[in-house]
RNA sequence: GGCGAGGUUCCCGAGUGGUCAAAGGGGGCAGACUGUAAAUCUGUUGGCGGACGCCUUCGGUGGUUCGAAUCCACCCCUCGCCA
């Protein structure tokens, strides 16, 4: 019972099918399990972390992971957690979010373990080339649609409205369980617990076609204390796992300005910080819980983005939040000496670094108090800056109570 | 295909010829208070110009009018009942 109670400890775990065999099977040798990422973006975000870590924990105990990209699947659409229709794409949209999609997974998982190293699948390698009637036949047939009405998915949106484009999206899935059990043997999917109707339509395809019992289990839809979902964790949207779309120190800082009552929580579910440890950390109070959320900032910025750039991200916030330390980490825009002579206002620093997002945001900003130049409120926004404004060549600009910026001329 | 209802700014949702960049709520942001937390209070929440101002927005396209989110025509989409 070991390994399914660890998950279950760490928060984990929310439905599964045969809890005593399953537990029994992931305490066995090793066996092959499933995990499915739709490219519905161009990059994966915060809610598609929860199922990797469990796939890395999983494959810590020596189980072999497959991951499979949905490229068709995305083609369909998901009605899961939808309360309306996915807005179409385009095919090439979508094979270029798979593409960089899978470029992200690489890093979660290990590929290279001989045993039971990690695959990357796409479900195109298989359903694109089915056959409409063939598939109707042979998979059609053994889903019932009165049962699928009843599926939560389903039910929500038969207010709304669903085209049978997702409605079939089911099937689809229930086939790439059925697929990877034939062809690699995989006998157990996980995901989010959006997922459980379409993980135990796919273990009832494959005991009728291949008469064959698999498992499955969900994670839970993990939301902040205040409701938030993971999905979309933050005022701009989501925190994604591409630094292109929120850098490593924007990632850090999300962990670290997360609410007190999550701390632990999402240190249990986002991290490997061994139980014990984290009992340990569990009993810090009041202010002293910023060093819970210290250890899981950098702990998970490492896991996403590589140790190097978490104790980057740390030292940053650091300098900037404790006062100590250098500001060379800091995100950075780089200025030509030329643009200070020709007078730049403040106003067009915050909307060029993107600490505002627009001239009207930044003036409505600065008319708040919230423009900041080294730690000084601008009384200003519209002055230009001079000479005497750079401090060691440079400007630390802050936008509210804790969005900075670092300007540096050459 | 028929009949009925409806498509409003990030979301929900008012608005039915000028006073509408559009009530109210949610969310977001900022300020105060703090611990880069929560709660609370206050302010703010299309864009451009220093301000009086200008520009773009209410499913789409045309039209009526001095003037439309509001009226008319056609179209598209959604929901419900029927087929």
Redesign the pocket.
């Known amino acids: 019972m070991e390994l399914l109670r660890s998950l279950s400890e760490r928060g984990l775990v929310y439905q599964m099918t045969a809890e005593e065999k399953l537990a029994e099977l992931l305490d066995g040798s090793r066996l092959t399990f499933y995990i499915g990422f739709d490219p519905t973006a161009g990059s994966l975000h915060l809610g598609h972390l929860v199922p990797l870590m469990i796939a890395r924990h999983l494959q810590n105990a020596g189980h072999r992971p497959l991951i499979i990209v949905g490229g068709c699947t995305a083609l369909v659409g998901d009605p899961s957690e939808r309360s309306a229709?996915r807005t179409y794409e385009p095919r090439e949209t979508i094979d270029g979010w798979a593409r960089s999609i899978k470029t992200q997974l690489q890093r979660f998982l290990d590929f290279s373990a001989r045993e039971n190293g990690a695959l990357l699948l796409d479900n195109r390698e298989w359903l694109d080339d089915l056959k409409l009637i063939d598939f109707l036949r042979d998979t059609g047939k053994h889903f019932s649609v009165n049962r699928m009405l009843s599926a939560e998915s389903v039910k929500l949106r038969?207010?709304?409205?669903?085209?049978f484009l997702e409605f079939s999206y089911s099937l689809l899935q229930s086939y790439d369980f059925l697929h990877l059990f034939r062809t690699e043997g995989c006998i157990l999917q996980v995901g989010g617990s959006d997922q459980w109707g379409n993980i135990v339509a796919g273990i009832d395809l494959v005991r009728r076609v291949e008469a064959s019992e698999t498992w499955g289990f969900t994670c839970p839809l993990v939301t902040g204390?205040?409701g938030?979902k993971m999905s979309k964790s933050?005022?701009g949207g989501a925190i994604w796992l591409d630094p292109e779309l929120t850098t490593p120190y924007d990632y850090y800082?999300f962990w670290?300005?997360?609410?007190?009552?999550d701390a632990i929580y999402f240190m249990k579910l986002y991290t490997f910080v061994p139980g014990d440890e984290i009992d340990e950390l569990a009993r810090l109070t009041?202010?002293d819980?910023?060093k819970v959320?210290?250890r899981l900032a950098f702990e998970a910025t490492s896991l996403a983005h590589g140790e190097d750039n978490a104790r980057k991200a740390e030292k940053a916030?650091?300098s900037?939040?404790?006062g100590k330390g250098d500001l060379d980490e800091v995100p950075t825009l780089q200025l030509a000496e030329s643009r200070l002579s020709k007078g730049v206002s403040f106003l067009d620093l915050f909307?060029e670094t993107g600490l505002c997002?627009?001239?009207?945001?930044a003036?409505?900003?600065g008319k708040?108090?919230?423009l900041?130049l080294n730690g000084e409120r601008i009384a200003d926004p519209?002055q230009s800056i001079a000479v005497s404004d750079l401090k060691e060549g440079g400007l630390l600009l802050r936008?509210?109570?804790?969005?900075y910026y670092r300007i540096e001329f050459s």
Not at 158 to 163: A, H, K, R, T, V
Not at 357 to 361: A, G
Not at 399 to 403: S, Y
């Open positions: 229709e038969l207010e709304g409205g669903i085209s204390s205040s938030e933050q005022a800082q670290m300005n997360v609410d007190d009552r009041g202010a819980i910023r959320k210290e916030s650091r900037l939040f404790g909307v997002p627009s001239r009207s945001d003036r409505r900003l708040q108090g919230g900041y519209m936008a509210g109570k804790k969005r």
